[in-house]
């Protein structure tokens, strides 16, 4: 392979290149404003300077273009529609199925997230002194908050309920909630909980897409901003790192790092951790 085909195949990879209906436009290696028609055919022609100086030997702009029609057009060049108006997708809604999800949505997630947690093995108590909550009765009453929304005194309300349906072995006060969720020791529990909850999608899924997404938290967090020369405050945050299937959108694996993790570091663990359970057979990703 020699320097003209190296450089094609970064244009190639890292440049937007169209068809015009006659023409493929190829950006400039050194100017993205800068763009060259190209014709690939039998008699395949460029508008740069090296072409005009060295055919009949190819430049890369030549060999980006075919490169891209072979890749995403199946070496054929894209067909354009000049007179049909392009129509936006609708699609169909089974509006009798989405009421009837959305007005039970509180009551089955409360019913399989008890299922999940049963499970959950106790560990054992070596000290004196008055027993812990059933760790079982702490991750369930930590999602479901969290699943609500709601402040700790508004959610007092839910917890009675989940006591009365069942779910809770025991009625704890709303506020405990909120330290059950800054303990530490419930990552790996949450962590196996959410690999567990996708494994009956196993045989359905075989694409897996990582990505990552920001969490505010409650607390506040002051930086200076270098460009205009003051101090600001805000939200501080966390990041989500997941695998997730690409059919169903179910989380097969989940990392959360500081808010300045990069997603690079991330991507190995996350498909290990999937391959584990599941068949991988593609994983589309972006850059990062």
Not at 85 to 109: G, I, L, S
Not at 128 to 156: E, I, M
Request: hydrophobic content about 40%; proline content about 6%.
């Amino acid at each position: 392979m020699d320097m003209r085909e190296l450089k094609a195949l970064e244009i190639a990879a890292r440049s937007k290149i169209a068809f015009d209906g006659t023409h493929w436009l190829v950006p400039s290696q050194t100017s993205a404003a800068t763009k060259y028609r190209v014709t690939i055919g039998s008699e395949p022609s460029c508008s740069c300077e090296d072409w005009s100086l060295h055919q009949p030997q190819l430049c890369k702009h030549i060999i980006a273009a075919r490169l891209v029609c072979a890749r995403d057009h199946g070496g054929k060049a894209p067909e354009i529609a000049v007179d049909a108006v392009p129509v936006r997708p609708t699609y169909k809604q089974d509006w009798p199925a989405y009421n009837e999800a959305q007005m039970t949505e509180k009551h089955r997630f409360q019913a399989l997230l008890f299922d999940l947690c049963r499970g959950i093995e106790q560990p054992v108590h070596t000290k004196r002194g008055r027993k812990p909550t059933p760790l079982r009765d702490v991750v369930f009453a930590c999602c479901l908050k969290v699943f609500t929304t709601f402040s700790a005194r508004r959610f007092a309300c839910d917890l009675a309920d989940a006591h009365a349906s069942g779910y809770l072995s025991a009625l704890m006060h709303s506020v405990s909630v909120c330290a059950y969720l800054e303990d530490k020791n419930l990552t790996p529990v949450l962590h196996r909980l959410i690999v567990q909850s996708s494994l009956p999608l196993k045989a359905v899924e075989t694409t897996f897409a990582p990505d990552s997404t920001g969490f505010s938290t409650s607390r506040f967090v002051r930086w200076y901003d270098e460009k205009y020369g003051v101090e600001r405050s805000g939200h501080d945050w966390v990041k989500a790192h997941v695998a997730t299937g690409t059919k169903t959108n179910i989380i097969t694996a989940v990392v959360i790092e500081g808010r300045d993790a990069g997603d690079c570091p991330q991507f190995k663990p996350l498909i290990e951790t999937t391959a584990d359970n599941f068949t991988v057979k593609e994983v589309p990703a972006d850059k990062a």
